[in-house]
């Protein structure tokens, strides 16, 4: 029985998301029969730790704070072991922009991009270089927060007359967004797990079939409004495509422990749209749901990715 600290909330726009992944995880850590405490992220929070003395952290935050290597960093100077990827990692996955520059000079395919600051539209006009973007991505077009999951401020712009429109709502996220091309085809979640002294293994493709739109917030964490197909129903070489390319931007991006690689399968080629360090544990969440076909508990599951974090990890 180990001493754990489960660290959930946060401040982020998935701050609900995240106390449902926590408190599912707790309560599994607690059938394992460990002394479990949660803790909503706050500025008493290294104080707590320090108090609590924590054996190890199981990180659920997600997005900013949680998983861009704030909490990371610190759980690192308290000497504390965590779950998941380190805080280099986590800079670059949360960090599409980042992320994808990685992947494209690893030559993962990824929907080419442009990046836009909000400083640079205010002090540099950058707002002139929006039409030559979306001329060069083409149209239909992603516009997207840069810094953000769950789809929060995506919008799918279908003309010019749209675009700006788009732009200042994706603004209102994050001060970093980007331009991407639209790829339309079976919308694929990758999870991995990288068990202790093993190598990373996809426990299967996860296919999202939305029953109603886009793969939205609701659509993710609204019990019925999504399908799954596990395994995916995709050809068997397409599939062997998609697992490599995942493994190899996991590795490429420095992951540990465990991720989700989320892709778009268009005809042949599996785009890679991003990674999440710290991926859902909810009801509907798809690494959960590729573990549970794949015959691991959750509790099983929880306890593959403690394990992993009391040992060693990479600078990643």
Known sequence: ?????????????????????????????????????????????????????PEAAFVCLHGPGGEDGTVQALLETLGIPYTGSGPLSSIRCLDKD???????????PT?????????????????????????????????KPAREGSSFGLSRVE???????????AFGYDAKILLERWVTGAEISVPILEPVG????????VEIRPREGAYNFEAKYTPGATDFAIPAEIPVEAAKRVEEIALNTYQILGCSGFARVDT?????????????????????????????????SFERL???????AFTGRSPG
């Open 98 to 108: 980042y992320a994808k520059r990685a992947m494209q000079a690893a030559g993962i």
């Open 264 to 296: 778009i399968l268009e005809s042949e080629t599996p785009w890679i749209l991003d990674v999440k360090t710290i991926p859902g544990f909810t009801e509907t969440s798809t690494l959960p749901l590729a573990a549970e076909a794949a015959g691991i």
């Open 302 to 308: 929880v306890e593959a990715i403690l394990e992993a």
């Open 1 to 53: 029985m180990a001493r754990l600290v489960v660290l959930m909330g946060g401040h982020s726009m998935e701050r609900d998301v995240s106390f449902v992944t926590g408190r599912r995880v707790a309560h599994a850590l607690e059938r394992l029969e460990h002394e479990v405490h949660t803790l909503d992220i706050e500025e008493t929070t290294t104080q707590r730790l320090i108090e609590l003395a």
């Open 111 to 143: 929907p080419p991009m442009r990046t836009f600051l909000r400083r640079a539209m205010n002090e540099m006009g950058a707002a002139a270089a929006l039409e030559p973007a979306a001329e060069y991505l083409g149209y239909p077009l992603a516009v």
């Open 159 to 169: 003309e010019p007359e749209a675009l700006i429109e788009a732009v200042y709502e």
């Open 198 to 205: 093993e190598e990373p293994e996809v426990l299967g493709l």
